[in-house]
Nanobody
């Protein structure tokens, strides 16, 4: 079982920046996992924000964040980042880290508990 942990959320004014981080608890490696960031605002469905492959050689983004958000990873540090620039009030949501992959013979999908991002106008 892999427990993902997000950090870096907070409150920022419109146009500002935040960087979210995702790692695994108990020193479990996430280097074999494709990692995605999702977000969910009250009353809305969970939305895919960005995805990065295990090696970090491919990324994709939701249309609403293209050109403003950047996903990256450092497998040596066991971290995945979401750099969020030019933030807008509509980016306000709980942001979740999601991992999918295999560690040895054990494969699974895992969610973090989420971190709140609030953007004020």
């Amino acid at each position: 079982q892999v427990q993902l942990v997000e950090s870096g959320g907070g409150s920022v004014q419109s146009g500002g920046s935040l960087r979210l981080s995702c790692t695994a608890s108990r020193s479990r490696s996430i280097s074999n996992y494709a990692i995605s960031w999702y977000r969910q605002a009250p009353g809305w469905e969970r939305e895919l924000v960005a995805t990065i492959t295990p090696a970090g050689d491919s990324t994709n983004y939701g249309d609403s964040v293209k050109g403003r958000f950047t996903i990256s990873r450092d497998n040596h540090l066991n971290l995945v980042y979401l750099q969020m620039d030019s933030l807008k009030p509509e980016d306000t949501a709980v942001y979740y880290c999601y991992g999918r992959g295999c560690s040895g013979s054990v494969c699974g999908n895992y969610w973090g508990q989420g971190t709140q991002v609030t953007v004020s106008s």
